[in-house]
C-alpha cells in the first residue's frame, strides 16, 4: 500500500512541478512539450525505418521515398537535441528566477515572527533557501530527461512486442521492483540529507567563524583555530558516515540489477536465436531484436536513474511547496484603516509567552499613553522591554490582554498601514549593504527617491556629519560586502538605522536602546534632535542611560516581565525604591 501512496504522491508532485514549468515560461514550455515527444519517438522510428530498408535491400529496390523519409527522421532527432538542451537552459534559468522570487513573495506575506521562532520550520526555510538555486536545474534536466525516456522505452517495447511479445513484457515487468528499490533509496538518502540540515548548518558555521572579518581579531587572539576545526571535523564525520553508508548501498543495489537485467537480455537473446535456428524470423528481423533489445536497456537504465534522481528534487519541491501553503496562525486580517486624530495607546492587561518558551516575557501589563506623550521604559537585562515594542508592532501576538489605540484593539487594523505609522529602531537593527540612499530611503519606500528628504533624516539620525566628513554621496555603497562598499563603525550603523526611522512621517517613534553603542556626544546630540524632531509625537524610548530619562514626560519601569513603577522621574525618585537604586547606582559610576 505504501507503494501506491508514495506513487500517488510522486506524480502528484510531478504534475505540480511541472505547473511551474508552465508558469515559469510559457514559450519555453510549449516549445518542449512540443520537442521532447519528438526528440523520444525517433529511436524507435529510425529503428523502424532501418528495418524497413533492409528488408527492401533484402527483396527489391530502396525506394528514394523511404530513403528520404529516412533522412528527415535522422535530421529532425538530431536537430532536437542542440534545440532542447539551450531552451532547457534558458527554462531553468526562468525556473530558479520564479522559484526565488515566489519565496520572496511568500516570505512578504509573513507578517508575524511566530513562525520564525519554531525550529523546525526555520530548518526547512534554511533548507529551502540553501538549495533554491540548483534544485531547479535537477527538476528540469531530470524531469525532462524522464519523461523522454519514458516515452522512448514505451516505443521499443511497442516495436519489441511486435516481434516477441513474451520478451517485451518481461521487460517491462522487471522495471517495476528495480525501479521501487531505487526510489527508496533515494528517498533514505533525502531523509538523511534533511535531518542533517542542523548539523550542515553546524559545520558551514564552524568555517565561516574563521573566515569572516568580522571574528578576525577575536579568533587570532584567543587562538581559536584548532577549536574550530576540530569542531568542523567532528560534525562532518558523522554527517559523511551516514551518506556514506547510503550511497555504498545504493551502488551495490544497482550492479545487482545490472546483473539481473543483463542476464534477462542474454536470455531473450538465446530466445530470438533459436526462433531463427528453427526459422520463425528472418535475419533482418534479428538485427533489429538486438538493437531493440540495447536501446530498451539503456532507456530503462537512464529512466530509472533520472527518475530517481528526480524523487530527490521531487522531495524538496514539497517542502518548497509546503512553504508556500504555510498559513501564520496570527489573524492578520483586520482591515480598519489607522485613526486619524489623538491616538492613544493602552496596553490592556497584556501577557505574553514566546513560542516554545514556560516563562512569560510579559504577566499583567496595563498602562495607557497618552497621544504626544514621551516615554521611556527602562529595567534591567530581560525585563521585558524590547518584547513591549514587538507586541506594539504585532510581530507577535499576546496570549492574554489586548492593545488597543484609541479603543479599537489594534488586531482590527490593516497591518501594513498600520506599521507604517511608526517610526522605530530595534535593538537588533539591520545592517543593509545597499548604496546609502537605499539603506536610509528604504525605510519609507514610497519616498526612497525624495533626496531632500534623505538628506534630512540622516541629520536627524546624526549620520550626516559622518557623510559630510568622510566625502560620501547618496550613491556610496554600504558594507565591504560589495565592490566598493565601505565599512562603517558600530555606532555609524545605528544612526543609519536611527536616520532610517525618521524616513516615515510617523505619529508614533519608538527607540530601542539607540545609544548603546553610540559615545556620549552623539548620544546627546541625538536626543537633543530627538526631542526636537519629536515635538508633538508620542515617543516610547528604551534606554540604559538613566540621564536620558529625564527627557521622558514619564517612565515606565519594568522587572521581570512586570510592571513595578510609572510616573515621572521625580516621582520615581521618591516612590519607588527600586527605580530610585537603579539611578543612583549608575548615577555614582558617572562620579
Ligand atoms: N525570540 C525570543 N524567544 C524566546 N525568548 C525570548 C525571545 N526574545 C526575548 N526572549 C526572552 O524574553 C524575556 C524578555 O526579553 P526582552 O524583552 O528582550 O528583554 P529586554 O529588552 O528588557 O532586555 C527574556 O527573558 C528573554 O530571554
Ligand atoms: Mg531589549
Redesign the pocket.
Known sequence: MKVFINLKKYISLYLQSFALFWKASKTSSLILLFLVPIQAIAPAALIKLAQMLLDELLNTEISSQLLLFWGITFFISSAAVPINTSLQGILTDQLIAFVNTQLMEKSKTIKGLNLF?DPDFYDNLQFINSQASWQPVNLIVFGISMIRELITVISMLFLLARYNFWIALILLVAIIPQSLVSYHIQQNSFETMVTRSPDARKVQYYSEALLTTENAKEVRLFGMFDYFIKSYRRVYKRMHAQMKNIRLHQMWISLAFLVFSVVLSIGSLLWMIRDIQQGHASAGVFLIFVSTLTSTADGVYAFIENSSLLYDTLLYMEKYFSFMNVKEENDFSGELPFPQKTQDIVFNNISFK?PG?QQK?LANVSFKVSAGERIAIV?E???????LVKLLMRFYDPQEGEILINNTPISELDINQYRKKFGVVF?DYARFYLPIRDAVGLGNPAKRHDEGLIISAMQKGGFYDSYVEKNLTLDTMLGKQFNGGIDLSGGQWQKIAISRAFMPSSKILILDEPTASLDPRSEFEIYQSFIEMTKGKTVFFITHRLSAVKMANRVLV?KNGEIIGLGSHDELMQNNSYYSELYNLQAQSFQ
Open positions: 521562532e514566546y518558551q516575557a529595567g537585562n530581560g525585563s521585558g522591554k524590547s518584547t535593538q519594568l
